[in-house]
């Protein structure tokens, strides 16, 4: 889709992030502007700061909106890790992770032979998702690879950096869902060609988790993300005790459960695995140093009882491991990563630690792209970066409004936005400078 070519500025207070508030402290990381422009033009960011330094900047004639006292302009949110082709059963009832793959997750899977459907439902998830302010998601496809093409297309359709692949599993699925070690290759190489870097299109090799491929599988997945330098790797780690129990007898040869990706050469630059609750010191430690990144889903893990990830240990100051924030649906209960926001707060306290407002913001924006390897694109308002960029009403319900009238300080308005807001809060969503 073409992007705009004409000055689009927005006025109004402004947040963003300059750098890691784990390690730099919130004070010297984010950057708050009460009285701003960003300027947008060409799909990327022209200007930002001070309305008073960017107004004289701006091209003759442009326009500028006011966004109004009770609105935030933020950049776009970051989902990390997230299943498309489970929009159709989030707040499935009842059971933990390995049982309700079986009896949710695999059952709607196998409805995705249709490329008819596959498409509807691309776009219903992907219009949720700007809808609830997120403008970019790694998500996983199933073993189909026309679902990566509608998923693909869908977001081309709406302008969308987006990443994804097929979902990689020769074992322990139906048979309806299972590829072979080389069909899962060749697909997956065809989509490559097809999708990564075309557009604002990424491609991730997707073994879905250790459990459901064969040494096989897991040795041709890892050979075609060294073939192809750029692309991403995603799939699952220490969600489940029992999945890991279950992950060490598949390999009894590896030493845990990371072990496994790391033998095949999964671990690294752009490669992100959701949850890692259960993760050793050391298999932590080995992820710092390969700066392989954990997407933490903390409404899934609630919902499927999975445990309580712990941030602040994954985040210690000598080894921290890249961490994004994301909604995991259809495990996950919401697409808003305003509520996830909340939740991950909550299983923090859960943990013994708070969680506060800013740094949870940084880690569904800077600090998700950062975790993706995308901090030079997306995340942030800054000049030059892509112009994802949404505009939030503070005042979205009259309870928020209400409360709002009695908060004390930025922060404690933040606060009450991640645990009080969801998809009514985002009031205009930019992407590549175009409302949408």
């Given at each position: 889709m073409p992007t705009p070519s004409l000055t689009t500025a927005l006025h109004g207070c402004a947040l963003t992030f300059t750098g890691d508030p784990f390690a730099l402290g919130v004070a010297a990381a984010m950057r708050y502007e009460s009285d701003a422009i960003v300027a947008m033009a060409g799909g990327r960011i022209t200007h930002f700061g001070p309305a008073n330094a960017v107004r004289p900047q701006l091209p003759p004639g442009t326009r500028?909106?006011?966004?109004?006292?009770?609105?935030?302009?933020?950049p776009g949110f970051i989902d990390c890790h997230v299943h498309y082709p489970q929009t159709q059963i989030i707040g499935a009832y009842g059971q933990q992770l390995l049982d309700w793959l079986d009896q949710y997750t695999f059952v709607a899977e196998q409805t995705f032979a249709d490329p008819a459907h596959a498409r509807t439902v691309a776009g219903v998830f992907l219009d949720e998702c700007l809808r609830n302010g997120t403008t970019t998601v790694a998500s996983f496809c199933t073993v189909h690879a026309h679902s990566a093409d509608a998923f693909f297309e869908a977001a081309a359709a709406r302008g969308m950096r987006v990443i994804g692949g097929k979902c990689l599993m020769d074992r322990n699925a139906p048979i309806a869902l299972q590829d072979s070690a080389q069909r899962g290759y060749d697909e997956s190489k065809t989509l490559i060609a097809r999708w990564h870097g075309k557009g604002r299109a990424l491609y991730a090799i997707t073994p879905r988790f250790a459990i459901s491929s064969t040494p096989e599988q897991m040795a041709a997945a890892g050979a075609l993300w060294k073939e192809h330098p750029g692309t991403y790797l995603q799939s699952h780690v220490s969600e489940n005790r029992a999945e890991v129990e279950l992950a060490k007898q598949a390999y009894?040869?590896?030493?845990?459960?990371?072990?496994?990706?790391?033998?095949?050469?999964?671990?690294?630059?752009r490669a992100i695995y959701g949850h890692g609750i259960w993760l050793?010191?050391?298999?932590?430690?080995?992820?710092?140093?390969?700066?392989?990144?954990?997407?933490?889903?903390?409404?899934?893990?609630?919902?499927?009882g999975s445990g309580l990830f712990d941030l602040r240990h994954a985040k210690q100051h000598d080894r921290p491991v890249r961490v994004g924030?994301?909604?995991?649906?259809?495990?996950?209960t919401s697409l808003s990563m305003l509520k996830t926001m909340g939740a991950a707060y909550q299983v923090a306290q859960l943990g013994g630690h708070a969680l506060s407002a800013p740094l949870a913001l940084y880690l569904a924006t800077r600090g998700a792209a950062h975790a993706l390897y995308l901090d030079d694109r997306i995340g942030s308002l800054a000049i030059g970066m892509e112009a994802d960029v949404i505009v939030m009403n503070l005042e979205s319900t009259p309870l928020i409004e209400f409360r709002m009238k009695r908060c004390n300080s930025f922060e404690e308005a933040l606060f009450v936005q991640m645990t009080m807001g969801d998809e009514r809060a985002i009031a205009e969503r930019y992407v590549a400078g175009r409302l949408v």
């Open positions: 500028i909106k006011e966004c109004g006292r009770d609105a935030l302009i933020l009894p040869d590896r030493d845990g459960y990371l072990d496994i990706y790391d033998h095949y050469g999964q671990l690294g630059p050793t010191e050391g298999e932590l430690k080995r992820m710092h140093e390969t700066g392989t990144a954990i997407a933490h889903c903390p409404t899934s893990n609630l919902f499927l924030l994301a909604t995991d649906v259809g495990a996950g």
